[in-house]
């Protein structure tokens, strides 16, 4: 099906663990975005590419690591996961214009580092 | 720097109408999006405005003013599935490679009966 896809949808790790969580989208979007969301915080940008090998960090970048070698996939890795890493994270895709600023959200992945 | 401020919870009745104020701070402006999102679903596109002035879609409006630098969203005739966190979202002009979108924290609507 046509879309954006997140998986897993839920994840348990433990602290110190590299932890990697994939995107795929079907729309071949030039953008695409990871999001963490956290009570208080609301959406916060983590990292973002603007075209396959073209990647830039956002608002909260420490501890994450991103590619896009293929314009359909993005996937975020958690180096070495920490505690403050416990969040919902949401990927997204867009093709942004001058009058466009449309975002499609995945279903986003609950993590949890114990 | 950027920042977007909206209030943090509004609550209403069925049927009532509610707005939902959000002033951005930001260089390099395009425009103003809304974005809503249900208990454990993911934030979907409202509406977007990059001219002052208000949009209409059906019951949501939205309305941007430019030199002021606000925005509101207006819901009528709540329904009980209006029940969602709102949020709004400006470009992000800081990165070289592109762009994002940057997002408030996001209004908690609580429509009760």
């Known amino acids: 099906d046509a879309g954006i896809t997140q998986s897993p949808r839920y994840k348990i790790t433990e602290t110190g663990r590299q932890v990697t969580l994939m995107c795929h989208q079907t729309?071949?979007?030039?953008?695409m975005f990871w999001y963490r969301q956290d009570l208080g915080h609301g959406l916060r940008l983590i990292y973002y590419?603007?075209?396959?090998?073209?990647?830039d960090k956002g608002e909260v970048p420490d501890g994450y690591v991103v590619s896009r070698s293929k314009t359909e996939n993005f996937p975020l890795t958690l180096e070495s996961a920490t505690r403050s890493q416990t969040s919902v994270y949401f990927c997204a895709s867009s093709e942004f214009g001058a009058t466009n600023e449309k975002l499609f959200f995945g279903s986003g992945t609950q993590l949890s580092v114990l | 720097g950027q920042s977007l401020e909206q209030p943090s919870e509004v609550t209403a009745v069925e049927g009532a109408i509610v707005q939902i104020n959000c002033t951005y701070q930001t260089s390099g402006f395009y425009g103003l999006s809304w974005y809503q999102q249900h208990d454990g679903g993911a934030p979907t596109f409202l509406s977007y405005n990059a001219l002052d002035g208000l949009e209409e879609t059906g019951r949501f409006s939205s309305f941007l003013s430019r030199s002021d630098s606000y925005g509101y969203l207006l819901l009528q005739e709540l329904q009980m599935k209006d029940s969602a966190s709102y949020f709004c979202?400006?470009?992000?002009?800081?990165?070289?490679?592109?762009?994002?979108?940057?997002f408030g924290k996001g209004t908690t609507l609580s429509v009760s009966s």
């Open positions: 729309w071949s979007h030039s953008y």
């Open positions: 979202a400006v470009r992000d002009p800081r990165n070289q490679a592109g762009t994002a979108l940057i």
């Open positions: 590419s603007a075209a396959a090998d073209i990647t």
